[in-house]
């Protein structure tokens, strides 16, 4: 349970690298997600090229008992993805103000 994922492609149409400022968001043991369908960020071990960690934006799907993708796609992980998640983070606040500016 939680290998690194080896010699797969990452998809980076949902990976996301979020610089925010230090103390405001912790990374946490993916045990201590949230399972109510709050988004979060997710990681998993990354050893291939640059190695790290991959991140995507999920939530918890409880009628499913699984990480779905995005804020609510209704499509899921691999199961090989939903075994590797290691560490989860809450999303960072959206901008202030009205989105049409």
């Known amino acids: 349970m939680n290998e690194p ?3 797969a492609e ?3 149409s949902l990976s996301v690298l979020i610089d925010e400022p230090e103390g405001t968001n912790k990374w946490q043991p993916i045990e201590t997600a949230p399972k109510d369908g709050t988004p979060v960020l997710l990681a998993i071990p ?3 090229e640059g190695r790290g960690y991959l991140r995507f ?3 918890w799907d ?3 008992n699984r990480w779905e993708k995005g804020e609510s796609n209704r499509t899921y992980f691999t199961e090989r993805m939903q075994a590797a998640f290691t560490h989860w983070m809450p999303l960072p606040k959206p901008p202030e ?3 049409d500016e």
Do not use: A, E, T
């Open 10 to 12: 990452p998809d980076r």
């Open 46 to 48: 990354w050893h291939g």
């Open 5 to 7: 994922i080896k010699n």
């Open 57 to 59: 934006i999920g939530r």
């Open 97 to 99: 103000g009205n989105s």
């Open 62 to 64: 409880w009628n499913c």
